[in-house]
């Protein structure tokens, strides 16, 4: 094979490696720096929102801002079932309980309409996750964290860029939280931000990323903390990233156009949505196989990978792993159910050319005509 089509790779096309020079040349390798300051400034004024606070990765910045809003033993949060792990285990840190929620049918993310039955007195606080980059339908759900006075953190660790009536998710929730993994839209290698507008709750969460140190007395600890701090090299990154963001955002888009040009009159599939009054960055762009099994979708992405293509299957439901089996019944959840046995996403990196994606997909149609038809 001529090339390995990969689901998605960084793409570090700016200032990235003049900015880990400067790094390198000074000494500040380590998390202290400017870039941090400058990295955190940025985002926050490109989410727009009073704060934004990095961290090691997306994963500690939900426990940083779980625990933030107060999180710990017997409380409930709420989550949908369909989501990456970290989103249920971030709860489990807090030595909380997540309370599954299952999808919408057409967006794949968390479906209000089935939250206000899940919430008990327990019940502390709303993570909505903006699922492959489609924003949640954010109004009603904070309709009612405020009926019965919740928090709402949104997981967009796949959606920076996208928006909502608008406004740029990060922004909309209490508190937000941001991945910049290598394979995000905009990546610092590993990394995480934090996004609020609350003074008192970003404040609480510097405390708590850096061993809980009083920023006033050295080595004076109120409190017990962690070492969750991004590194100034990474934040050097994250600052190239942020300057080309939209030139990445506009790569996403065209090529999710690229693959509903030629997918779009495949009965075999159902495609993403864009619902009105938003803005799908598509972070990587997913498909459900009309019909499959598990198995089928799993042939299918074994066939593809034979010719080059990699392609990954939809997140399990969280109802369905092993730590987290006996909160609920998998009846519970039809939605997530499906997604987890039929959806795969297809490479999404910002450089892949039309020819290119005419390939995958030409590939894709041939392989599961041939998993199907056996």
């Known amino acids: 094979m001529d090339k390995y089509h990969h689901v998605a790779q960084p793409i570090l096309n700016g200032n990235e490696k003049k900015y880990v020079m400067d790094c390198l040349d000074t000494t500040w390798i380590s998390s202290n720096g400017s870039y941090i300051h400058r990295f955190e400034q940025e985002f926050a004024q490109f989410i727009h929102t009073k704060h934004a606070i990095s961290c090691s990765n997306g994963t500690t910045a939900l426990h940083l801002a779980l625990l933030g809003n107060g999180v710990g033993e017997n409380d409930e949060i709420i989550i949908p079932s369909f989501t990456f792990v970290a989103t249920a285990n971030a709860v489990a840190y807090c030595g909380a309980t997540p309370v599954f929620v299952d999808a919408e049918s057409d967006t794949w993310n968390i479906n209000p309409l089935l939250i206000e039955d899940k919430i008990t007195p327990q019940t502390k606080g709303i993570i909505v996750v903006h699922i492959y980059g489609h924003p949640v339908d954010m ?21 920076t860029g996208a928006e909502y009536k608008g406004r740029k998710v990060g922004s909309i929730g209490n508190s937000a939280i941001f991945s910049l993994f290598g394979n995000k839209i905009i990546t610092t290698g590993e990394g995480g931000m934090i996004t609020t507008n609350d003074d008192v709750l970003a404040q609480k969460i510097k405390l708590l990323k850096g061993q809980g140190m009083d920023p006033n007395r050295r080595y004076w600890h109120p409190i017990i903390g962690y070492n969750y701090r991004m590194t100034n090299i990474q934040a050097a990154i994250g600052c190239a990233q942020l300057e080309n963001i939209d030139w990445h955002i506009e790569q996403r888009i065209r090529i999710a156009g690229l693959y509903y040009n030629q997918l779009r009159s495949f009965d075999a599939l159902t495609l993403p949505v864009q619902k009105d009054e938003v803005k799908n960055v598509y972070w990587l762009f997913s498909v459900l196989i009309n019909d499959a099994t598990e198995g089928q979708r799993n042939e299918v992405i074994e066939g593809l990978h034979m010719l080059g293509i990699e392609t990954r299957p939809f997140f399990y439901p969280m109802h369905a792993l092993p730590p987290y089996q006996h909160l609920h019944s998998a009846s519970e959840f039809p939605v997530a159910n499906r997604l987890g046995s039929q959806g795969l996403s297809l490479p999404s990196s910002g450089n892949l050319t039309a020819e290119e994606v005419q390939f995958i997909c030409k590939s894709f149609k041939q392989v599961l005509l041939d998993v199907m038809h056996n």
């Not at 109004?139 to 959606?159: H, M, R, S, T």
């Open 139 to 159: 109004d009603p759900i904070i309709e009612i964290a405020n009926k019965y006075g919740l928090f709402v953190i949104e997981d967009a660790a796949e959606a």
